[in-house]
């Protein structure tokens, strides 16, 4: 196990819920890790699997920038299964080395990783428990097809592709079905967080002070019914889409001597943060100094590495980011391949250069 750190799997079939599930882990105060990150990361130039898994596949699999391409790989290894076992032996040995030293300097009492293979590559040996989400065949097709634009054909391809979903059940600590709504899936993680684990404090709410007035906390530190209530009242929305954005991003609340003023969204991928949400929107107009702070030290409490602002955030701003350390540098000026798609990504969405700020150096070049 690692050290006293209470270590959670998650695992699943494709479009089962795994990824939610880690989500709501990480807004219930767990320290949470995504291994296909990591093992993206792996093949980074100067990554710890890069140079043996270009020995292996040949130099056809890299791109025009000298990177490995997945898109390239992906089309030797998920036609030869002997190739994939190959890969797998080459990037899961790093990938769990990884996730250990990240637990390690989190320094939390609980932490999940969602993998899935995660049985499969060992890793599940360094849990503690193992949990697996489920979602029945009807309800995987219906998510591969809306929310990743897939035919019916190759839905049931990808699903087919898997081991059935009994293997993993098989072996579970605890099953999270996700099949009902957001609020539902919550409710079910936080029960099972509150039923299976037996640690003193090992859920405490991350606390942020700002000022003698002004705090943060994540969400864990309020009943559901204070913040559904603040969250009607800040934003005018139904309940349904906060327990939405619990599932899909990071939630942290803004307090003011303990009355709700506000909440800060941010989406957390690769580790890095892109603030997308501030409500009500004009919060952020009016005390932008305490939202930066709150985003920063929230993001890194998560291990992020770089920060970004939708480009909304940053309109209602003005031309004041760069006070808070931001700026606006073209893609090519940015080396890390993460920090590069993570800008690609946010330009893509809002057609404009994004501001962004370095807050930590990518922890798997640094020698922790």
């Known amino acids: ?19 939610v599930i880690r989500r709501m882990l990480a807004n219930a105060g767990v ?29 056809s699999i890299k791109s025009d920038q000298e990177q490995i391409s997945n898109k390239k790989l992906g089309e030797i290894v998920f036609s030869d299964p002997e190739r994939l076992e190959q890969l797998e032996a080459l990037v899961h040995p790093p990938v769990i080395t990884a996730i250990l030293r990240r637990i390690k300097a989190a320094r939390r009492p609980l932490a999940c990783i969602e993998a899935i293979k995660l049985l499969e590559s060992g890793l599940g040996e360094h849990c503690d428990q193992i949990w697996v989400s489920h979602a029945a065949f009807e309800h995987q097709m219906q998510r591969l097809q809306r929310l990743r634009g897939l035919t019916a054909a190759q839905a049931r391809s990808r699903i087919d592709a898997q081991p059935p979903q009994m293997e993993k059940l098989a072996r ?24 299976t684990i037996h640690i003193d404090k090992v859920r ?12 943060a906390q994540s969400v864990n530190a309020f009943p559901a019914e204070r913040l559904e209530r603040a969250w ?15 599932g899909l991003a990071t939630v942290l609340v803004i307090l003011n001597n303990e009355h709700i003023q506000a909440f800060i969204i941010w989406e957390n991928w690769n580790f890095t943060a892109t603030l997308t949400q501030v409500q009500p929107p ?16 929230h993001a890194l409490a998560h291990q992020v590495e770089f920060l970004l602002l939708a480009g909304h ?5 003005g031309h004041q980011p760069q006070q808070y ?20 990504k946010a330009a893509k969405c809002d057609h404009a250069k994004p501001w962004h700020k370095i807050i930590s150096q990518p922890f798997e070049s640094g020698n922790r």
């Open 204 to 215: 405490d709410p991350l606390h942020i002070k700002m000022s003698q007035d002004w705090s």
């Open 325 to 344: 350390g931001y700026d606006q540098h073209d893609t090519h000026q940015i080396t890390y391949p993460a920090w590069q798609m993570a800008i690609q």
């Open 172 to 195: 579970a600590d605890v099953i999270i079905n996700t099949e009902a709504s957001f609020k539902d899936t919550w409710l079910r993680t936080c029960s099972a967080l509150d039923d």
């Open 282 to 297: 004009e919060f952020i107009a009016t005390l932008p100094a305490l939202v930066y702070q709150a985003f920063e030290k």
């Open 31 to 59: 320290f949470g890790i995504d291994a296909d990150t990591l093992a993206n990361r792996m093949l980074y130039p100067g990554g710890s699997a890069y140079h043996q898994v270009l020995a292996a596949f040949g130099p």
């Open 1 to 19: 196990m690692i050290n006293s750190t209470h270590t959670i799997g998650i695992t699943g079939n494709i479009a089962t819920g795994k990824s």
């Open 232 to 246: 009607q009242e800040l934003t005018g929305e139904d309940p349904a889409s906060l327990y939405e954005h619990l």
């Open 313 to 317: 955030v940053a309109d209602a701003l």
